[in-house]
């Protein structure tokens, strides 16, 4: 009997490790990762899914991405995305509408801070994902903008995408008539410009 029943536990083990969940790849982001304006399967955050189902990492990505978010909203959704889905990796695309909107700076700072902070005390990884104001905002704010995302990865040694839309950004094909969310044709450069750091991520 006793042996009948350690061949079942034995014969269990198998059958768990295949029953596990994949690890989350959780992404907090406003419309430029919600895919606005374009099909769902189309954008850079469903795209993302698929490589690491070709290239074999187990992982499901998780989209929390909604249009219009700021930085104080993503941090007031945090604390219930991570007690639902327990991210071990955690993308953090936020500020887009903090600096169209002109909001300060250092709210914007902090927010992101608090985030990141938050994230690590749950034991997720952070990967930060640098955005860039238009010219037009004027060359003191919109580096002090920029020099949010440096700082920050900087401070807590996350690993940085300097600019979520390089090579995008000032290709007017590759933008939507409204000129500031990118076209289905324009997510997988997207997704190249994320994967040069989320691939080190997944690869440890």
């Known amino acids: 009997m006793l042996k009948k029943l350690l061949i079942l536990v034995l014969l269990a083990f198998p059958l768990a490790a295949i029953a596990a969940p994949a690890p989350v790849i959780l992404v907090l982001g406003d419309s430029l990762s919600a895919a ?30 909604i249009s219009g978010a700021t930085t104080r909203s993503g941090l007031s959704r945090l604390g219930q995305a991570l007690q639902t889905y327990k991210p071990v990796i955690i993308v953090l695309e936020l500020g887009a509408n903090d600096g169209l909107r002109g909001l300060t700076v250092e709210e914007m700072r902090n927010n992101l801070a608090a985030i990141i902070e938050k994230s690590r005390q749950n034991r997720a990884k952070v990967l930060l994902i640098g955005m860039r104001l238009p010219p037009n905002y004027g060359p003191a704010y919109t580096k002090k903008f920029h020099d949010v995302y440096t700082g920050l990865a900087d401070r807590y040694r996350i690993p ?34 994320v994967w040069k750091e989320m691939a080190r991520m997944v690869r440890k």
Request: proline residues 5%; aromatic residues 10%; charged residues 15%.
């Open 36 to 65: 606005y304006g374009i099909d769902q399967n189309a954008g850079w955050v469903a795209l993302l899914q698929k490589r690491l189902m070709e290239q074999s990492y187990n992982y499901r990505v998780v989209n929390a991405s």
């Open 160 to 193: 940085l995408v300097p600019f979520l839309l390089e090579g995008v950004a000032t290709d007017f094909s590759l933008m939507q008539s409204d000129g500031l969310h990118p076209t289905a044709e324009a997510q997988p450069m997207i997704l190249e410009n």
